[in-house]
């Protein structure tokens, strides 16, 4: 896993630290911040999109805000040896949005939106009725979620020199 | 969002953030400004919550992705808003809300190791109100919705 850690440099690190709380930042800005040109950050943000640090820039949406009133994660108990396909199935419902394979109190950890509390608890049962799902824990997000892209930590990423 | 160049602004930045309003307007039809003034409003009115840059997890040296799911005793000097503000200024943690259910809070944190997590557990642990923490790791790469969960 070390291998795929990469190494960048302070101006690296400028550049995504303005970009996760404002990917509209100006190059310029940055470029005074790092005190280079704007050429070497253009230079520099096109590098780390070439080596795959950057995947995209993109806006933060909430997702009320589009139609889907109601957020909510469902933990989910499967028998043995199903996880797979219980997977498989809910990657099939238009509501979910995600899906993983956990390690830990649950098996299977999975977001969905839906437009209301009707929606999202038709989903629900439809997950509780898989034959090979033995519970499901439903958690409703409630209030604004909070999002912290600058709680990635950079800088260890510079340390190892060698 | 009411009108269909919102839509279409929304679409074209969620695509690429960094998109020019110019680019935009010229592909619309519609002038810099408008493109612009519809931008703000946008924000205004908190439909657009900002923008971000995603990055690859594992290659900034982070192995996968834990959720805490956290059940909290709130008193009249720590309320849960006060236990939230806490925890999304952690380093590692991405995504907190408060949650209606089996548990009080959930939090996605990302994680180098397994020595990681425990050390994150414990800090989250040590949390002034904080009663119960179960939790989960995610291994692997996994994307969840960029644009709306950062990842």
Redesign the interface.
């Known amino acids: ?1 070390e291998m ?3 190494k ?1 440099d302070k101006i690296d690190i400028t550049i ?1 630290r303005n ?6 930042t100006k190059y310029s800005d940055i470029a005074k911040q790092s005190q280079v040109s704007v050429d070497t950050i253009i230079k520099r943000y096109r590098r780390l999109q070439k ?13 009320r ?2 139609g889907d009133e109601v ?3 469902f ?1 989910i108990d499967v028998e043995p040896q199903s996880v797979t396909e219980v997977i498989t199935f809910l990657e099939k419902q238009p509501n979910v ?2 899906s ?7 098996d299977i ?1 999975t ?1 969905a939106t839906a437009r209301n509390m009707n929606e999202m608890n038709n989903l629900k049962e439809k997950i509780q009725s898989h034959n090979m799902v033995r519970e499901v ?7 604004q ?5 600058q ?4 800088e ?2 510079m340390e190892k020199k060698r | 969002m009411s009108t269909p160049l919102d839509k279409k602004i929304v679409e074209y930045l969620t695509e690429d953030a960094r998109m020019s309003f110019r680019k935009i307007a010229k592909i619309t039809e519609k002038s810099t400004d408008t493109i612009i003034n519809h931008y703000n409003r946008l924000i205004e009115s908190g439909d657009i919550r900002g923008s971000t840059v995603v990055v690859d997890i594992e290659k900034i040296g982070y192995q996968g992705i834990a959720a805490f799911e956290i059940d909290i005793t709130s008193s009249d000097d720590i309320t849960s808003d006060h236990i939230m503000e806490t925890l999304i200024k952690m380093p590692n943690i991405i995504v907190a809300t408060k949650t209606v259910g089996e548990h009080d809070i959930l939090l996605l944190a990302v994680i180098h190791n397994l020595e990681h997590y425990q050390i994150i557990s414990e800090e989250i642990g040590q949390i002034q109100g904080i009663k119960n923490i179960s939790s989960d790791i995610w291994s692997g790469n996994k994307k969840i919705l960029p644009k709306y969960f950062i990842i």
């Open positions: 896993m795929a850690r990469q960048i995504l970009l996760q709380r404002d990917a509209r080596r795959g640090i950057i995947t995209k820039t993109t806006l933060l949406l909430d997702p805000r589009f957020i909510a994660n933990n949005k995600f993983t394979h956990a390690m830990g109190e649950d950890f977001i824990k439903t958690s409703i997000w409630v209030d979620f909070l999002l912290c892209p709680n990635f930590e950079l260890p990423l």
